[in-house]
C-alpha cells in the first residue's frame, strides 16, 4: 500500500498543532502506560495498523506484558487489568464509537469513580486526539512498520 498524505510535509502548522496536543497529554498527569493503552484500544477499534504498530512497540517499550496486550480486545473478559483501567477503556469505546453509544451516562458515572474530572476532561481529550491519528493515517496511508519507540533513560538514584 502506498501512502497518500505526507501530513508533516504538506500541512506542517495543522501537524505541529496535533504534535503541541500530543505534548500536552504527555505532561497533563495521566499515567503513560494507561494513555497508550486507551490509544492502543482505540486504534484496534479503527482498524489503523500504523498506530496499533506504534502504540504496541511504546507499551512494550514500557515495560507492558505481552499477555495483557494479546487480551485487550477482549479486556472484559480478562482479569489482568485494574478498576481504573477498565473505566478508562469503557469510556475510550464509548467515546470512539460516539455516533452509536452516544457515550452512556453508565459509562460516565463509571468513569467519574476512577478519575477526577480534570481527569476525565484529559482522557476524553487523549481518545479524541487518537481518533483524529488513526483517521489522519488511515485516509493518508501512513505505512506501518518503520516506528520505534522512543527509549527513556532510567533515572539513576545516587
Given at each position: 500500500m502506498e501512502e497518500r498524505i505526507h501530513y508533516k510535509k504538506?500541512?506542517?502548522?495543522?501537524?505541529?498543532?496535533?504534535s503541541e496536543?500530543?505534548?500536552?497529554?504527555?505532561?497533563?498527569?495521566?499515567?503513560e502506560p494507561l494513555l497508550k493503552l486507551i490509544m492502543l484500544r482505540a486504534s484496534q477499534i479503527n482498524g489503523c495498523a500504523y498506530c496499533l504498530d506504534m502504540h504496541w512497540k511504546?507499551?512494550?517499550?514500557?515495560?507492558?506484558?505481552?499477555?495483557?496486550l494479546y487480551s485487550l480486545d477482549a479486556w472484559r473478559e480478562s482479569p489482568y487489568y485494574s478498576d481504573r483501567e477498565r473505566?478508562?477503556?469503557?469510556?475510550?469505546?464509548?467515546?470512539?464509537?460516539?455516533?452509536?453509544?452516544?457515550?452512556p451516562d453508565k459509562v460516565y458515572e463509571g468513569a467519574k469513580k476512577h478519575f477526577s474530572e480534570k481527569?476525565?476532561?484529559?482522557?476524553?481529550?487523549?481518545?479524541a486526539t487518537i481518533n483524529m491519528w488513526n483517521r489522519l493515517a488511515i485516509a493518508?496511508?501512513?505505512?506501518?512498520?518503520?516506528?520505534?519507540?522512543v527509549k527513556k533513560e532510567l533515572k539513576k538514584v545516587a
Open positions: 504538506v500541512s506542517s502548522g495543522a501537524y505541529h498543532v496535533l496536543l500530543e505534548k500536552y497529554l504527555q505532561e497533563c498527569g495521566l499515567e511504546d507499551l512494550r517499550a514500557l515495560g507492558e506484558s505481552e499477555q495483557r473505566a478508562a477503556l469503557a469510556w475510550t469505546e464509548a467515546v470512539t464509537r460516539v455516533s452509536e453509544t452516544h457515550v481527569e476525565l476532561a484529559d482522557l476524553t481529550l487523549a481518545v493518508g496511508r501512513t505505512t506501518p512498520g518503520a516506528y520505534q519507540p
